[in-house]
């Protein structure tokens, strides 16, 4: 049982204590129910708790508060369904304004997610009954001392009415006792606080914040300048974890029920993996972290949120990403996270969250193929920091060098405050600023492009899925690629002059699920007859499938066709599909191609190359591998004869569907760039290939043939790049090869193509001896005397003799090259100029000459002759924007350019 002296309010100075008593201990589901029941006793409505992403409010990143669905009716209570309700909010500060992330696991009390208990009354009650209702509450429900608390002047006198003293009662300024989300725009007002006296004084926080009454009262504008209210309501927040380790006799919000059963599990974890664990009822900081986010990471993508490098989709990468690092530190090196997961759900086992059981697949996917994705670069990015912090150089500033930070985030996904942490934790630190500027820059370049247009489309569309809109996907049978489906649900949205039709079909068998593989097109036939062109398919969240559309004749009336076919276009309608087959037929066979390739990279190279990527169209695939050096011509070509050879063997394609973990034991290959869930697709060509896929793929591999590699390149560091085509699009690219080779043929008067080679080499040996004696007359040229046109002679500065040289037009730029150093060395005396139509050259000896260079003397003619160019001391080269032709253009533009004064 738990001691407890006081609740009080305000700062340490006040020490007096009430006479210590046993109190009941609860468990959170049981402090939940309490809670909740009081309140509904009292009259307020139960409201369940909302989204992590705050869908009625665009300012923030996510609901953070208990308040945040309820903003509105703060603003306008008469809109309110209720005059009083109560809620346990889900909440998240880990991005954003509200932000506590860098505090995890460092403190006491700080979490990423957290649960709020509240009241709120909007004009059904006022600041007396709010407090009257908070501390029966306190005093009746939980059985708590008396309190002591802070608040206004008026505050003071409702709180002496409850029966406090004076000097249990703390008077603070506004600086404490006025609430606002944050300094931005919304309602905000004076609040009271309430304090538990812990009793320990070598705690931190001696005296624990654990109940915050907010009196809205006033509106925050933009400018900062309050206004009152029409109407004052009440906003109350009360954490659970911190009300929890009231009750448990904790020290710390870590040591509640929730939190045993994660750290409990962590250590079971740790322990099956060889790590030695210490016994502590205080977790350490590493078990805060990881547990703590582990929380976070599944609320949040229960709630839809994916890892990804924008937004709320960031904030969770992060947190995945920083929990994995903490779990390197305890000495756990791989995929570990989702055993955590039914430890999570012991603590929520009253349903108070029943989507975390729900989506328990889909978000122990979306963890697992996270950490996956992570860790292969993880101890990559842990080598290159270990070698900084050993480097000479930046030992002395102990400074992480910017362009180190951003190739750990932008190469191995280290988020910049990872890379801090690590920093901070050797006593060094870094320049982010200077590192969020290197991401700008390179975004700038468009290193990260992203559409912001369609990230809100999908953002908006994902609203289906809370309609349960999850159409089934029949496309993997092409006997049903012609079918009868009924509209689940349909959007047209504005966007300037463009209207975007989206709808959902089931059945649908249009493929968009993604994998590197380019969606499916076809048509859509409404009941009347009307056809639709779909031009996209693409998933807006986890099991949904949309379809863009427009009308087949274009976009032009898309407005007018629209109102043509609105009574067929509505949610229960029946549709009539059709898909280009050929496009699907092609991308079926360049997939099953990639699996292939993918085999025989592996099979040829003796190692197991990584999947980075792949992108599978109709005509042609690309494929992403990692591999550190340049394939040979000869490796090429093994590999290319390695997957013709088995597709002229031929061999069916089986789809096994079975567990994860069994797939990957059996030795599946899996892109862990793909999302899997706990039950996965396998495409199987027995002896040959073996990989997890989502794809649509040939029945027989016989249609791969034949298979040609186009290239390979390098697309980063470690990562190369091959294309290819298979199959009907292979015989295409030969026959396209060689359809200039007959001409080449009677070009070369060859009767074959090997008689074309040997003609063809023929006829450049030829060209290279043309070649030599050209260049040998230039030469000869070069250095004869005066070549055809008789030099014009003038002054620069009325001191430097120049000599102005027409060099026919016929002689190229090599030529008027090493004419002009033949000029600077026979008349070094001189400045030489020398023009061929646009081309201007100057040569000028330097040793002869010293107080002008050629590239002075150029820049002088063309402050008086457009054009440009630049060049050293003894040549320099340009062009004019006019040319000059004859000695008459000589004496007109360029001599009286020479002669300018400077």
Excluded at 129 to 149: C, D, G, Q, T, V
Excluded at 262 to 268: A, D, F, N, S, V
């Amino acid at each position: 049982m738990y001691k407890v002296g006081i609740l009080r309010a305000g700062p340490r100075r006040l020490q007096t204590y009430q006479p210590i008593r046993f109190i009941q201990r609860l468990s959170s589901p049981e402090l939940r129910s309490r809670f909740v029941n009081y309140f509904e006793e009292q009259g307020h409505t139960k409201v369940k708790s909302a989204s992590l992403i705050p869908h009625n409010d665009k300012s923030l990143l996510f609901t953070n508060a208990g308040m945040v669905p309820f903003k509105e009716y703060f603003m306008k209570p008469d809109t309110a369904p209720f005059n009083a309700a109560t809620s346990i909010q889900k909440c998240m500060r880990a991005g954003g304004k509200h932000n506590d992330l860098d505090n995890v696991g460092y403190t006491p009390r700080h979490h990423t997610f957290f649960e709020m208990l509240g009241n709120f009354s909007f004009g059904g009650y006022g600041k007396q009954e709010a407090i009257a209702l908070s501390w029966r509450f306190l005093l009746e429900e939980l059985e708590l001392p008396i309190s002591r608390l802070r608040s206004d002047e008026e505050g003071y006198q409702l709180w002496k009415k409850q029966g406090l003293p004076d000097e249990m009662i703390v008077k603070c300024g506004a600086e404490d006792n006025f609430w606002s989300m944050g300094d931005g725009e919304g309602p905000c007002g004076p609040c009271t606080e309430i304090f538990w006296d812990t009793m320990d004084d070598t705690l931190d926080e001696r005296w624990l914040e654990i109940w915050n009454l907010v009196f809205m009262e006033n509106y925050r504008t933009a400018d900062g300048k309050l206004t009152k209210l029409p109407t004052p309501c009440i906003d109350t927040g009360m954490g659970l974890e911190r009300m929890a380790s009231v009750l448990q006799d904790k020290r710390n919000n870590f040591q509640v029920d929730q939190f045993q059963h994660l750290i409990g599990g962590l250590r079971r974890v740790l322990k099956t993996k060889n790590v030695i664990v210490t016994p502590s009822d205080d977790p350490s900081a590493h078990e805060k972290i990881i547990a703590d986010h582990f929380r976070a990471m599944c609320f949040l993508i229960s709630d839809g949120v994916v890892p990804s490098n924008i937004g709320r989709g960031y904030v969770l990468r992060r947190i995945i990403r920083r929990a994995l690092r903490s779990a390197h530190q305890v000495g756990i090196n791989e995929p570990f996270l989702t055993e955590l997961y039914p430890h999570l759900l012991k603590g929520f086992e009253d349903g108070s969250y029943p989507e975390l059981a729900s989506r328990a697949s889909s978000i122990c996917n979306v963890i697992a193929n996270e950490e996956a994705t992570f860790l292969t670069t993880l101890n990559r990015g842990l080598s290159l920091l270990s070698n900084i912090f050993t480097h000479p150089d930046h030992q002395k500033t102990k400074t992480i060098p910017p362009d180190v930070a951003f190739q750990l985030y932008d190469t191995f996904g280290f988020p910049f405050d990872l890379t801090l942490i690590i920093a901070q934790e050797k006593g060094w630190t870094v320049d982010l600023k200077a590192v969020e500027a290197l991401k700008e820059k390179q975004k700038a370049m468009g290193r990260e492009s992203w559409k912001a247009d369609n990230a809100l489309d999908k953002a908006r569309l994902s609203e289906w899925r809370n309609m349960d809109i999850f159409p089934q996907f029949t496309g993997y049978d092409h006997d049903l690629l012609h079918q009868e489906s009924q509209i689940l649900a349909v959007e047209a949205t504005k966007k300037g002059k463009k209207t975007d039709v989206t709808l959902a079909i089931d059945p649908c068998p249009y493929y968009g699920l993604g994998g590197g593989q380019v969606p499916d097109s076809g048509t859509l036939t409404l009941a009347n007859g009307s056809q639709w062109s779909v031009t996209d398919v693409f998933q807006p969240y986890e099991g949904g499938i949309a379809l863009k559309i427009i009308p087949t004749d274009g976009i032009k009336n898309i407005d007018q066709k629209l109102e043509e076919d609105k009574e067929f276009l509505e949610m229960g309608q029946l549709v009539r599909t059709s898909i280009d087959v050929d496009k699907r037929t092609g991308a079926e066979i360049h997939h099953t191609a990639t699996h292939l390739l993918n085999a025989g990279l592996r099979a040829i190279l003796k190692t197991d190359i990584v999947q980075a990527g792949s992108t599978v169209e109709p005509k042609k695939l690309r494929f992403d591998f990692t591999y550190g050096k340049p394939l040979t011509p000869t490796q090429l070509d093994s590999i290319e004869k390695w997957i013709n050879d088995a597709a002229k063997k031929g061999g069916e394609t089986h789809i096994h569907h079975m567990k994860l973990t069994d797939a990957v034991e059996s030795g599946a290959i899996a892109a862990f760039s793909e999302k899997y869930g706990e039950t996965v697709r396998v495409i199987e060509v027995p002896g040959v290939s073996r990989e997890l896929c989502g794809g649509t793929h040939v029945d027989d591999i016989r249609r791969l043939y034949p298979f040609k590699i186009l290239n390979e390149t390098s697309v980063a560091a470690g990562t190369r790049r091959i294309e290819a085509v298979a199959g009907l699009s292979c015989i295409e690219w030969y026959k396209k090869t060689y359809e200039p080779v007959p001409d080449i043929l009677k070009m070369l008067r060859a009767s074959s193509t090997k008689d074309a080679v040997s003609k063809l080499e023929k006829s450049m040996q030829q060209t290279r001896d043309v070649q030599k004696k050209l260049d040998l007359i230039t030469e000869k040229l070069a250095t004869a005397g005066e070549v055809i046109v008789h030099p014009v002679e003038t002054k620069l500065d009325d001191i430097l003799p120049i000599r102005v040289h027409l060099i026919d037009a016929d002689l190229d730029a090599s030529f008027m090259q090493k004419r002009a150093n033949v000029l600077k060395e026979t008349q070094a005396e001189y400045g030489h100029i020398l023009l061929s139509k646009n081309n201007i050259v100057v040569g000028i000896n330097t040793s002869k000459i010293r107080d002008y260079t050629a590239n002075s003397i150029l820049r002088h003619v063309l402050k008086s002759v457009k054009g440009g160019g630049g060049g050293q001391a003894e040549y320099a080269q340009g062009r004019l924007a006019e040319p000059i032709l004859d000695m008459n253009e000589i004496e007109s533009k360029i001599v009286p350019a020479i002669k300018a004064r400077a």
